[in-house]
């Protein structure tokens, strides 16, 4: 346990070389790694849980699929996940974005986004990706025959309409954005067309990781993300 709380130590110093503004614990836990993190969050009383997502293919799929999803679910409070591309070191946002799909979770996500766009004092988008059907019977399938602009244009106003009623005071001061395609290339295109530093994202609740947009999910997102994102989820209190 020494030995592991001393490497902690090292890497720690390694990546903050100058000394810490606040006091640092280091804590070695053996045993589920999921129980033992909520464990010792709820020790320190820690508001954020803060998770990197690490490697490439099968093996970041295995990480991001167990310990980060069960403790996402699990979490009293909100999970920043940072993957390795994210850019070093981490800065208060300038540009936050938040994808919805309309649902309550998304709702909430976006409440929280909010909240931290006025503390930064940073821009944010709305993001709504919306992915074209092209199985048979999709019962969107008749959507093909309005032309995409059109499409693009009723998408865009729903959206509006959802984000003026969730946020009236600052609906004004907020981008909205319609983007087709499936939605993790979605999203990463509107986070490079913005610049956004930060993703926000709400989960529905007990389900973790449930799915988002037509045909795809938020988890799947998650483990192709190059910026940090912070989860949220209905039950959370902070």
């Not at 990197?52 to 799929?61: A, D, F, L, N, S």
């Not at 969730?166 to 319609?178: F, M, Q, T």
């Not at 993300?225 to 039950?235: G, T």
Request: net charge negative.
């Amino acid at each position: 346990a020494d030995a592991a709380r001393k490497k902690l130590e090292t890497v720690y110093l390694e990546f903050s070389p100058e000394p810490p503004e606040h006091s640092v614990r280091y804590l070695v836990r053996a045993g589920n790694p999921v129980e033992e993190i909520l464990r010792a969050r709820e020790e320190v009383s820690a508001d954020l849980l803060i998770l990197g997502t690490t490697g490439v293919g099968r093996v970041k799929e295995l990480l991001l699929g167990s310990t980060a999803h069960q403790v996402i679910r699990s979490s009293p409070v909100p999970i920043l996940l940072v993957p390795e591309s994210a850019p070093k070191p981490l800065d208060a946002p300038r540009s936050i974005l938040a994808p919805v799909d309309f649902s309550k979770a998304s709702a909430h996500g976006l409440h929280k986004a909010n909240e931290v766009r006025a503390r930064f004092d940073a821009a944010m988008t709305i993001c709504h990706i919306a992915v074209i059907p092209t199985m048979p019977g999709d019962p969107f399938i008749g959507t093909l025959a309005t032309p995409l602009e059109e499409q693009t244009a009723r998408l865009r106003g729903s959206l509006q309409t959802f984000v003026t009623k969730e946020l009236p005071d600052h609906a004004g001061d907020i981008d909205v954005v319609v983007e087709w395609g499936e939605s993790t290339q979605g999203i990463n295109a509107v986070v490079e067309a913005h610049d956004s530093d930060l993703i926000i994202m709400g989960t529905h609740g007990r389900r973790g990781l449930a799915r988002w947009f037509l045909g795809s999910t938020t988890e799947r997102y998650l483990r192709h993300a190059e910026r940090p994102v912070l989860v949220f989820s209905p039950h959370q209190t902070t």
